[in-house]
């Protein structure tokens, strides 16, 4: 594939990080009211607030580009570095069909949706970070740093697979992911499988920089380089663009891919890294805050015809 990416699919894409951008918001804050059909309301909140927002968005974008690429390639694997995330990634397995395949009550429907924001992070419900329990997860939780070596191993011995790799730039200034990044000199070559590892370049970690975000473009570029990868730049909002770059053959890419951290919502950088608005339940501009915001994405649309997202 190659130049100018099919218009349906570009709105596809958009529309599928739109509709999984909401659900992560949902999934954090609502016990009811899933689809905003009626006021928001204080009863509507959770009590505890419990998971992270700020990397969603980036896990959003780089789920819905590498699914819809690789969409008729039954050995793709998507590996999840910061399972911190786990909102994105859950939205994503619920409407794949993924997650009804070990929980049927996640349906891909309105009672699924209710379903999945209700019990995320919640008494006998779903945890707050991916787990084993999880479709697909070979990381636990959000120990990072673990994510390129086991997607290494998961390709070891298998020619057939693919498998891409999300991984932090906080996680990868962790020594087991930046040690991580020798074994292409180890475990590249015909008898296992191929490796795409995504620097997800959102800027910060927890409450700071992270130090991939203060090198300069060259500097970061000319590091991957050293560990024999090509590097590839990536602005997240431009999906035709994204398209376009997974479909250039480039021999041993590594994919760094630029979000801002907490796109979309009402904070930025480190503020938006868990709860970005801490107290709608008790405070009603908080609560008008997370409103606009849910609104922002008008799920009502989306929600029309679901089997328009399904890549």
Same mark, same amino acid.
């Given at each position: 594939m190659s130049g100018r990416i099919d218009v349906k699919t570009i709105e596809k894409i958009k529309r599928r990080i739109r509709f999984c951008d909401y659900l992560s918001v949902a999934q954090l804050y609502l016990k009811s009211n899933f689809l905003l059909e009626h006021p928001l309301n204080a009863d509507d909140i959770k009590p505890r607030l419990l998971g992270h927002w700020g990397t969603c968005h980036g896990?959003? $974008?780089?789920?819905?580009? /590498?699914?819809?690429?690789?969409?008729?390639?039954?050995?793709?694997?998507? $590996? @999840?570095?910061?399972?911190?995330?786990?909102?994105? @990634?859950?939205?994503? @397995?619920?409407?794949?069909? &993924?997650?009804?395949?070990?929980?049927?009550?996640?349906?891909?429907? *309105?009672?699924?949706?209710?379903?999945?924001?209700?019990? #995320?992070?919640w008494p006998d419900g779903f945890p707050?970070?991916?787990s084993p329990y999880t479709p697909g997860i070979i990381t636990e939780g959000g120990e990072l740093g673990y994510a390129?070596?086991?997607?290494?191993?998961?390709?070891? +011995?298998?020619?057939?697979? =693919? =498998?891409? $790799?999300?991984?932090?730039?906080?996680?990868? &200034?962790t020594a087991t992911a930046i040690d991580?990044?020798?074994?292409? %000199?180890?475990?590249? +070559?015909?008898? %296992?499988?191929?490796?795409l590892p995504i620097l997800h370049l959102n800027g910060y970690k927890?409450?700071?920089?992270?130090?991939?975000? *203060?090198?300069?473009?060259? !500097?970061?570029?000319?590091?991957? *380089?050293? /560990?024999? /990868?090509?590097?590839?730049?990536?602005?997240?909002?431009?999906?035709?663009? #994204?398209?376009?770059k997974l479909s250039e053959n480039i021999e041993d890419p590594f994919y760094i891919l630029? =979000? !801002?951290?907490?796109?979309?919502?009402?904070? *930025?950088?480190?503020e938006a890294h868990q709860i970005p608005i801490k107290d709608p339940k008790n405070k009603a501009e908080e609560l008008s805050a997370l409103e606009d915001?849910?609104?922002?994405? %008008? $799920? =009502?649309?989306?929600?029309? %015809?679901? !089997?328009?997202i399904k890549l």
């Amino acid at each position: 594939m190659s130049g100018r990416i099919d218009v349906k699919t570009i709105e596809k894409i958009k529309r599928r990080i739109r509709f999984c951008d909401y659900l992560s918001v949902a999934q954090l804050y609502l016990k009811s009211n899933f689809l905003l059909e009626h006021p928001l309301n204080a009863d509507d909140i959770k009590p505890r607030l419990l998971g992270h927002w700020g990397t969603c968005h980036g896990i959003n $974008v780089a789920y819905a580009n /590498f699914k819809s690429y690789f969409k008729d390639d039954p050995n793709f694997s998507f $590996v @999840l570095g910061p399972g911190h995330g786990f909102p994105a @990634l859950q939205a994503n @397995l619920l409407v794949d069909g &993924e997650l009804a395949k070990v929980d049927p009550m996640a349906t891909v429907d *309105r009672s699924g949706i209710a379903y999945i924001c209700k019990h #995320f992070s919640w008494p006998d419900g779903f945890p707050s970070h991916a787990s084993p329990y999880t479709p697909g997860i070979i990381t636990e939780g959000g120990e990072l740093g673990y994510a390129l070596a086991n997607a290494y191993g998961l390709n070891l +011995g298998h020619p057939e697979k =693919t =498998t891409a $790799v999300l991984i932090g730039d906080g996680e990868l &200034e962790t020594a087991t992911a930046i040690d991580s990044l020798n074994l292409r %000199n180890l475990l590249s +070559g015909s008898k %296992n499988g191929k490796i795409l590892p995504i620097l997800h370049l959102n800027g910060y970690k927890i409450s700071a920089p992270s130090i991939y975000a *203060r090198k300069s473009e060259r !500097e970061l570029n000319e590091m991957i *380089r050293g /560990f024999g /990868f090509n590097p590839v730049m990536i602005d997240g909002e431009d999906t035709e663009s #994204f398209q376009i770059k997974l479909s250039e053959n480039i021999e041993d890419p590594f994919y760094i891919l630029k =979000t !801002e951290k907490g796109f979309g919502g009402p904070n *930025r950088h480190h503020e938006a890294h868990q709860i970005p608005i801490k107290d709608p339940k008790n405070k009603a501009e908080e609560l008008s805050a997370l409103e606009d915001w849910l609104k922002s994405y %008008n $799920v =009502t649309d989306l929600v029309k %015809n679901l !089997e328009d997202i399904k890549l």
